[in-house]
């Protein structure tokens, strides 16, 4: 069975044995959940087109108050002008609904079941013929429920008479229709990527392969499996699958209800899915020319340059070279919305007619939203889909008989333009790519067929494929940003109100965004006044959505917790300072680092390195931390995020005056708070995974943290020291560096009474050239003492191997010796059996002391 039916089939069980009247309501309930249930599914089969004929379904049923609306939605699904776009996985489902069935046909069967629970209530409705299709089940039974629940009131004694007819009918379908057996499962996906699959249905194998893989981008939610995975609207599991709700209208600005037929529970459902009306939309300001025409020495249908467009040399040069060569097949512009790919291909492909390079241009729009002065608006898109893109380019080279010839196939006809256009050399551009129905696979499908002297250009904010040439498109230059506000404001009429505060402040904020800076300037004209630019930005809830929604939602997991948790503490931080705070909140490491570069890569956030020690810090542009900031607002993981949030606050923030200073600086902060807070009682353990993180990629941060625990003095402390600094000199530090750590080495051995690990670190300390020689000499010292009085527990050879090695640094720089240096080094030549050696130490010694106590020790041992 069907979990979310089943559900409340057992419903109906457990009423059976209370009343007639519960009974009979339970079993409308189950009706109007199976309804339901069939209807999304088939929905769900609908692939998007241009018109957005699912999506005019969904949205008349978010508003729906009753179950007419859902029957028309599902015959408009089955027969209507949405019917086109269902999948071919589906027309099973479609047939064995739309098919004309007689006795002993299932369909038939739960028909007259149905009409024969309406004579039973007494209730008027559509007479049975001798053959009929399912649908007549489903106006059936609008009738019944409008009649009973709905509208109508029933007496018990009348109930029970239909309640069996009612049972008999439900369980056929449930039975017997293949949409209730094919593959429903409930997905979230999980940190690392993989989703957590909880099937609705016996056969959960399709979903299987989401446990396992991380490079799915599923949304999550209910699905159900045609060929594809595919989003059930509407319809929302509970924790476990205990519980389901379906969409029962009231659709608002903000959110729409949920209702569980199983509990009567009610959630919200979340409005701003069906924001948009539904229906045709007008067609985009850059959808193609209808036709191709000549340009130049080419035939184009690129619509016209944007008369308001402000050149960008740099980034015009760099595409210009990429769409001239002949060796990169595919060249994609990469970037934030609104930050101006359209229009900089707009301008260079113009730029390009008279090159002769290309004999044909054609541009194919997938463009849903024109982002105008006065906001965002939504647009219609001209292709989608492999299919539109085939009928378009037929539109545009073919006469319209032949591209309406019955047999022809339009997408096999774009995909050998594709490897060999009949025109000659041809540059397909895709513009708006990430709104294709699965960019992905159109991406391979194009690379499939795309062949030389062919080259295509993509436009789009996301980037998930491979095999293409990368150009991303940033902010404006300083000097572009300054010309666009200039020429903006010379069009809106305010050019007077623009001094010299103003347009830095309205650069500054907007970071090089073309767009963001038109918002402003409109603002400003439709004011009059002059705002605080952060605050209209962060009520600007169109412009936010227009530019990140898209990129957001197609973001992992772990990129969305990242991205929130830089949204919650608004300043740069150490790349691997976030990565490590985020490891420790979600275990999963290389989903973190992945999530963090997505960050980068979508142009969600930005990276910059410090000069002090080159590492990198990361932050976020003003308008993407406004949107992050909404997001929190409302996120379940909005207390652990925060948590994260207090973490990275330890570093301290990052003012545009010290960022310079580094890692090292933020560190130094870091540590000096966790001493603060252990010193307050707080464990080490809390923060040593975070710290511990930060060191094996930053290894001056073990010399930091070895410091402090040094200076704390307890036995414990001295040990983590011993280990952090052991840990540091392994990664082979320069030289400075090293012989500090070798010092603190020997300092942490000598408190905890480990004579030769104190011993060792400073003749390996005194093997650095930069070593002060009395520092050696003073190591010399240590460990002719340690040797007089048998404190090294160790063989003779190893004993003798000590001496050695210091005696051999010691004789190389014998030139600094003083006579004390000198005696010292004689005490080193007899613990190696050197007597000869220690003897002319001795003589030498004297020659620059006479009176030297040790040398004339010395003398009168050896007898010199």
Same mark, same amino acid.
């Given at each position: 069975?069907?979990?979310?039916?089943?559900?409340?089939?057992?419903?109906?069980?457990d009423?059976?044995?209370?009343?007639?009247? %519960?009974?009979?309501?339970?079993?409308?309930l189950a009706?109007e959940?199976?309804?339901?249930?069939?209807?999304?599914?088939?929905?769900?089969?609908?692939?998007?087109?241009?018109?957005?004929?699912?999506?005019?379904?969904?949205h008349?049923?978010?508003?729906?108050?009753?179950?007419?609306?859902?029957?028309?939605?599902?015959?408009?699904?089955?027969?209507?002008?949405?019917?086109?776009?269902l999948?071919?996985?589906?027309?099973t489902?479609?047939?064995?609904?739309?098919?004309?069935?007689?006795?002993?046909?299932?369909?038939?069967?739960?028909?007259?079941?149905?009409?024969?629970?309406?004579?039973?209530?007494?209730?008027e409705g559509?007479?049975?013929?001798?053959?009929?299709?399912?649908?007549?089940?489903?106006?059936?039974?609008?009738?019944?429920?409008?009649?009973?629940?709905?509208?109508?009131?029933?007496q018990?004694?009348?109930?029970?008479?239909?309640?069996?007819? /009612?049972q008999?009918?439900?369980?056929?379908?449930?039975?017997?229709?293949?949409l209730?057996?094919?593959?429903?499962?409930?997905?979230?996906?999980?940190?690392?990527?993989?989703?957590?699959?909880?099937?609705?249905?016996?056969? #959960?194998?399709?979903?299987?392969?989401?446990? +396992?893989?991380?490079?799915?981008?599923?949304?999550?939610?209910?699905?159900?499996?045609?060929?594809?995975?595919?989003?059930?609207?509407?319809?929302?599991?509970?924790?476990?699958?205990?519980?389901f709700?379906?969409?029962? $209208?009231?659709?608002?600005?903000k959110?729409?209800?949920?209702?569980?037929?199983?509990?009567?529970?009610?959630?919200?459902?979340?409005?701003?899915?069906?924001?948009?009306?539904?229906?045709?939309?007008?067609a985009?300001?850059?959808?193609?020319?209808?036709?191709?025409?000549?340009?130049?020495?080419?035939?184009?249908?690129? #619509?016209?340059?944007?008369?308001?467009?402000?050149?960008r040399p740099?980034?015009?040069?760099?595409?210009?070279?990429?769409?001239?060569?002949?060796?990169?097949?595919?060249?994609?512009?990469? $970037?934030?919305?609104?930050?101006?790919?359209?229009?900089?291909?707009?301008?260079v492909?113009?730029?390009l007619?008279?090159?002769?390079?290309?004999?044909?241009?054609?541009?194919?729009?997938?463009?849903?939203?024109?982002l +105008?002065?006065?906001?965002?608006?939504?647009?219609?898109?001209?292709?989608?889909?492999?299919?539109?893109?085939?009928?378009l380019?037929?539109?545009?080279?073919?006469?319209?008989?032949?591209?309406?010839?019955?047999?022809?196939?339009?997408?096999?006809?774009?995909?050998?333009?594709?490897?060999? %256009?009949?025109?000659?050399?041809?540059?397909?551009?895709?513009?708006?790519?990430?709104?294709?129905q699965?960019?992905?696979?159109?991406?391979n499908?194009?690379d499939?067929?795309?062949?030389?002297?062919?080259?295509?250009?993509?436009?789009?904010?996301l980037?998930?494929?491979?095999?293409?040439?990368?150009?991303?498109v940033?902010?404006?230059?300083d000097?572009?940003?300054?010309?666009?506000?200039?020429?903006?404001?010379?069009?809106?009429?305010?050019?007077?109100?623009?001094?010299?505060?103003?347009?830095?402040?309205?650069?500054?904020?907007?970071?090089?965004?073309?767009?963001?800076?038109?918002?402003?300037?409109?603002?400003?004209?439709?004011?009059?006044?002059?705002?605080?630019?952060?605050?209209?930005?962060?009520? %600007?809830?169109?412009?936010?959505?227009?530019?990140?929604e898209?990129?957001?939602?197609?973001?992992?997991?772990?990129?969305?917790?990242?991205? /929130?948790?830089?949204?919650?503490?608004?300043?740069?931080?150490?790349?691997?300072?976030?990565?490590?705070?985020?490891?420790?909140?979600?275990?999963e490491?290389?989903?973190?680092?992945?999530g963090?570069?997505a960050?980068?890569?979508?142009?969600?956030?930005?990276?910059?390195?410090?000069?002090?020690?080159?590492?990198?810090?990361i932050?976020?542009?003003?308008?993407?931390?406004?949107?992050?900031k909404?997001?929190?607002?409302?996120s #379940?993981?909005?207390?652990?995020?925060?948590?994260?949030?207090?973490?990275?606050?330890?570093?301290?923030?990052?003012?545009?005056?010290?960022?310079?200073?580094?890692?090292?600086?933020?560190?130094?902060k870091?540590?000096?708070?966790?001493?603060?807070?252990?010193?307050?009682?707080?464990?080490?353990d809390?923060?040593a995974?975070?710290?511990?993180?930060?060191?094996?990629?930053?290894?001056?941060?073990?010399?930091?943290l070895?410091?402090?625990?040094?200076?704390?003095?307890?036995?414990?402390?001295?040990?983590?020291?011993?280990?952090?600094?052991?840990?540091?000199?392994?990664?082979?530090?320069?030289?400075?560096d090293?012989?500090?750590?070798?010092?603190?080495?020997?300092?942490?051995?000598?408190?905890?009474?480990?004579?030769?690990?104190?011993?060792?670190?400073?003749?390996?300390?005194?093997?650095l050239?930069?070593?002060p020689?009395?520092?050696?000499?003073?190591?010399?010292?240590?460990? %002719?003492?340690?040797?007089?009085?048998?404190?090294?527990?160790?063989?003779?050879?190893?004993?003798?191997?000590?001496?050695?090695?210091?005696?051999?640094?010691?004789?190389?720089?014998?030139?600094?010796?003083?006579?004390?240096?000198?005696?010292?080094?004689?005490?080193?030549?007899?613990?190696?059996?050197?007597?000869?050696?220690?003897?002319?130490?001795?003589?030498?010694?004297?020659?620059?002391?006479?009176?030297?106590?040790?040398?004339?020790?010395?003398?009168?041992?050896?007898?010199?």
């Amino acid at each position: 069975m069907h979990r979310a039916i089943d559900q409340v089939l057992q419903r109906v069980r457990d009423a059976r044995a209370d009343s007639d009247l %519960n009974y009979f309501f339970s079993l409308l309930l189950a009706g109007e959940a199976l309804f339901k249930t069939v209807t999304l599914g088939m929905i769900a089969a609908l692939e998007d087109d241009k018109d957005r004929n699912r999506y005019r379904l969904e949205h008349a049923l978010a508003r729906a108050d009753g179950l007419g609306e859902w029957g028309r939605a599902l015959e408009d699904a089955l027969s209507g002008p949405a019917s086109q776009y269902l999948l071919v996985d589906a027309r099973t489902e479609q047939a064995e609904l739309a098919r004309v069935c007689g006795p002993g046909d299932w369909q038939y069967e739960a028909v007259a079941s149905m009409k024969a629970a309406l004579n039973a209530l007494g209730i008027e409705g559509e007479e049975l013929p001798a053959r009929t299709d399912l649908r007549r089940w489903f106006r059936l039974f609008v009738t019944l429920r409008n009649k009973t629940r709905g509208h109508g009131a029933m007496q018990p004694a009348k109930v029970g008479r239909g309640a069996g007819d /009612l049972q008999t009918s439900i369980d056929c379908i449930c039975a017997n229709f293949s949409l209730l057996r094919r593959p429903w499962a409930d997905l979230f996906r999980n940190y690392s990527g993989k989703y957590r699959v909880l099937p609705m249905t016996d056969d #959960p194998t399709p979903f299987e392969s989401l446990r +396992k893989q991380s490079h799915h981008t599923l949304r999550n939610g209910v699905y159900v499996y045609f060929g594809s995975f595919r989003r059930v609207p509407l319809l929302c599991a509970g924790p476990e699958l205990r519980d389901f709700y379906f969409a029962n $209208g009231g659709l608002g600005a903000k959110r729409f209800e949920m209702l569980s037929y199983l509990t009567d529970d009610r959630l919200d459902g979340d409005a701003g899915d069906y924001a948009a009306p539904p229906g045709t939309l007008p067609a985009s300001e850059t959808e193609g020319q209808g036709e191709l025409i000549p340009c130049g020495r080419c035939f184009s249908n690129v #619509p016209d340059a944007l008369e308001d467009y402000v050149p960008r040399p740099a980034l015009e040069g760099d595409l210009r070279r990429l769409l001239l060569d002949d060796r990169r097949p595919v060249v994609t512009l990469v $970037g934030r919305g609104g930050i101006g790919k359209t229009s900089l291909s707009l301008k260079v492909i113009h730029d390009l007619y008279d090159t002769g390079r290309y004999e044909a241009v054609v541009w194919l729009s997938a463009r849903d939203v024109d982002l +105008k002065l006065t906001g965002p608006k939504p647009v219609r898109p001209d292709v989608v889909s492999p299919d539109d893109m085939g009928r378009l380019y037929a539109r545009l080279v073919l006469p319209t008989n032949q591209v309406k010839a019955k047999g022809f196939n339009a997408r096999a006809f774009f995909e050998k333009q594709l490897e060999k %256009n009949e025109l000659g050399a041809c540059l397909y551009v895709f513009d708006n790519f990430e709104t294709t129905q699965n960019p992905i696979d159109m991406f391979n499908w194009i690379d499939t067929f795309i062949r030389s002297p062919n080259k295509v250009l993509i436009t789009t904010r996301l980037r998930d494929f491979k095999g293409d040439y990368p150009l991303e498109v940033r902010g404006m230059e300083d000097a572009e940003s300054r010309e666009l506000v200039a020429r903006a404001g010379a069009s809106l009429g305010i050019s007077g109100t623009l001094d010299r505060a103003r347009v830095d402040e309205i650069v500054q904020t907007a970071e090089g965004h073309p767009y963001v800076m038109k918002i402003l300037l409109g603002e400003l004209a439709r004011t009059g006044r002059v705002a605080n630019v952060a605050k209209v930005i962060a009520g %600007n809830d169109e412009l936010l959505t227009a530019l990140f929604e898209r990129t957001y939602a197609s973001l992992a997991p772990c990129a969305q917790r990242a991205f /929130l948790t830089m949204c919650a503490w608004n300043s740069s931080v150490p790349r691997i300072a976030l990565e490590a705070v985020l490891m420790r909140s979600t275990a999963e490491r290389m989903e973190v680092e992945s999530g963090v570069e997505a960050l980068v890569q979508y142009s969600m956030a930005e990276l910059h390195t410090a000069p002090a020690d080159q590492q990198v810090f990361i932050r976020l542009p003003l308008v993407a931390s406004a949107f992050g900031k909404k997001k929190l607002t409302v996120s #379940p993981l909005r207390t652990s995020i925060l948590s994260d949030v207090e973490l990275l606050q330890m570093l301290g923030p990052s003012r545009s005056d010290d960022i310079h200073l580094g890692l090292a600086h933020k560190l130094e902060k870091f540590i000096s708070n966790i001493a603060r807070r252990v010193d307050d009682g707080q464990s080490f353990d809390d923060y040593a995974p975070i710290v511990e993180m930060i060191c094996r990629a930053y290894a001056p941060g073990w010399l930091m943290l070895a410091r402090w625990h040094l200076g704390t003095g307890a036995p414990e402390d001295c040990e983590k020291a011993k280990a952090e600094l052991t840990r540091y000199l392994e990664q082979q530090p320069a030289e400075a560096d090293a012989a500090e750590a070798w010092r603190l080495l020997g300092h942490a051995c000598y408190r905890l009474a480990d004579r030769l690990g104190e011993i060792h670190a400073f003749i390996e300390r005194a093997q650095l050239a930069s070593v002060p020689f009395y520092d050696v000499s003073n190591t010399a010292n240590r460990l %002719n003492a340690l040797l007089r009085e048998h404190e090294l527990d160790v063989d003779k050879d190893e004993k003798r191997h000590l001496a050695q090695r210091l005696l051999v640094v010691l004789e190389g720089r014998r030139s600094e010796a003083t006579a004390d240096d000198l005696s010292r080094m004689a005490w080193l030549a007899l613990h190696t059996e050197q007597q000869l050696k220690a003897g002319e130490f001795t003589r030498a010694g004297l020659q620059l002391e006479p009176d030297n106590p040790h040398c004339v020790g010395l003398k009168e041992r050896l007898g010199v």
